[in-house]
């Protein structure tokens, strides 16, 4: 099957904010307990803090991590991790129904942030709590000093402000589930004043403002003009969320969401358009992709067990096992971040480490890259610079999300200091290879200088796990060259490439 696409080196879809490829980690199951963090591990380092994780997660080079919560943030007491350790108070959890120990807060998780080579990116809890909190805990993060909240911070040993930019107001408020669910209006007004608030102290925040829960929610994406004509001027960003999964076993169906994802973010960027001309505003607002990952595998027996636990400290949960298929439709989505990255400023992977994570880590025991752990790290490293279009000219599918669905799915970046383009390429089709010719206008000299790729033919179940860690690792691509000015040969069915030229 022949496909054809073609791209020119100054045909641009604009600058890549390298926080498209930014990640997510929440109070909840073991992603924090027991995931980056797990005193008397034999990889423990004098903070508690798993150097094995922190290797896995650093090879990520993760822009920024959007912590604490999640669900957790919306009833959530910042000042309850803070101070001395043993007088810090065990909570309930309401979100997850666990036991919070509080072991972890800003100041070890600010910690290990820096370790990691990583910027925070903060939520308030605007559920059970609202403004007041919300300036307080700003104020002790990034005020320097000579102030109540600022003076209690270096009381605990922490000098230096963080200098947190980015704040995220609140999480899903549009869901009934959440503590302090609110209508939208009552929701933009809030974050309005809030945005407010936390500017006076931050000037030069960049704030998150909540959209839906995702795009099946009934006040979607009704919700979104509704807050925005509430706070468009003080938000720098409305927040996406979604989550994605096979659970019918039709793989072409979910390959398709990469396409139902884009209708998704044009959908948004259309109400912030049309909120910015109806309230004739300057600013812009991007949109902050804050929680995007494959969420299915365990999801409706989890749901279960957490509504018949009795407040677990750190229990399993949400660890889903990614497979192959999961990995080349990661690849995918990513791909789809790219086209729309002049849209899409951040993106956070949801979540980070065990609970619906690229990282799993045993309690007591070893850590390891799941298979959705490649196309996340090839995009991070890969895919910052200058997003370029791509126009694809092949065969094309249809099933229940999407028509016309193109079986290549392809993204290219070009970075100019390095004069190196990558193309991320994804042939969705089940059993047939695809022929590929895609023209390389403006980068003639072009030569291959790699190609990863991770083939799923006949293995799209395989997964990796503590006895088989590399059962599913990206091999050396053949097969693809560069020849008169374009990329050709033949993409594997069911096949994810990096391809690097220079
Ligand atoms: O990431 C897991 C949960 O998914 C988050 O807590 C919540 O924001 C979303 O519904």
Redesign the pocket.
């Known amino acids: 099957m022949k496909a054809r696409a073609s791209l020119h080196r100054d045909f641009l879809i604009g600058e890549i904010d390298d926080r498209l490829y930014s990640a997510?980690i929440?109070h909840?199951g073991r992603a924090i307990y027991s995931g980056i963090y797990e005193p008397g591990h034999p990889e423990a380092d004098e903070n508690g803090f798993r150097r094995d994780v922190l290797a896995l997660v650093r090879d990520l080079k993760i822009p920024a991590i959007r912590y604490p919560?999640?669900?957790?943030v919306s009833a959530y007491n910042w000042e309850d991790g803070v101070g001395p350790k043993d007088q810090r108070p065990v909570r309930l959890d309401l979100?997850w129904r666990s036991k919070e120990t509080n072991h972890v807060g800003i100041n070890e998780f600010g910690t290990w942030a820096k370790d990691a080579g990583i910027e925070m990116m903060l939520a308030v809890n605007l559920g059970s709590r609202g403004l007041e909190s919300a300036r307080n805990f700003v104020e002790y993060v990034n005020h320097p000093s000579g102030s109540y909240w600022s003076d209690l911070r270096r009381s605990h040993g922490v000098e230096q402000p963080y200098g947190v930019k980015m704040w995220c107001l609140g999480?899903?408020m549009d869901?009934p589930w959440q503590i302090g669910h609110k209508e939208a209006k009552e929701y933009g007004r809030l974050a309005d004043e809030t945005a407010k608030a936390l500017r006076g102290l931050t000037p030069d925040a960049e704030l998150v403002v909540c959209g839906s829960?995702n795009d099946t929610m009934p006040t979607y994406p009704e919700w979104e003009r509704v807050v925005l004509e509430e706070c468009y001027e003080n938000v720098d960003y409305i927040s996406l969320?979604k989550?994605f999964g096979n659970k019918s076993k039709d793989t072409l169906n979910y390959f398709g969401k990469i396409e139902e994802t884009g209708r998704y973010i044009q959908a948004i960027a259309g109400v912030i358009d049309y909120v910015k001309a109806k309230k004739r505003a300057k600013n812009d607002v991007y949109i902050c992709f804050d929680?995007w990952n494959v969420w299915y595998h365990r999801r409706e027996e989890d749901s279960k067990r957490v509504k018949s636990w009795d407040w677990p400290e750190a229990p399993q949960l949400?660890e889903e096992d990614y497979n192959i298929e999961d990995a080349l439709f990661v690849g995918g989505l990513l791909n789809e971040f790219i086209r729309r990255s002049d849209r899409v400023r951040i993106a956070c992977i949801?979540?980070l480490v065990n609970?619906?994570a690229p990282i799993r880590a045993e309690r007591g025991g070893p850590a390891w890259k799941q298979t959705i752990y490649y196309p996340y790290q090839f995009a991070s490293l890969y895919g910052r610079g200058r997003a370029l279009r791509v126009s694809v000219d092949g065969p094309t599918y249809d099933c229940r999300v999407a028509d016309d669905v193109n079986y290549l799915d392809v993204a290219a970046v070009h970075d100019a200091a390095a004069e190196t383009v990558t193309l991320f390429i994804l042939n969705r089709h089940l059993d047939e290879a695809l022929d590929l010719d895609i023209a390389l206008t403006g980068f003639k000299e072009a030569r291959l200088i790699d190609h990863q790729v991770i083939e799923g033919h006949g293995r799209l179940q395989e997964t990796n796990g503590p006895d088989a860690p590399e059962r599913v690792v990206p091999r050396q691509g053949a097969g693809l060259g560069v020849e008169e000015g374009a990329l050709r040969g033949s993409a594997a069915p069911l096949s994810y490439h990096v391809v690097r030229l220079q």
């Not at 919560?69 to 957790?72: A, L, S, V």
């Open positions: 997510f929440e909840m919560g999640g669900n957790f979100a999480n899903e869901g829960s969320h989550y929680e949400l949801a979540q609970v619906i």
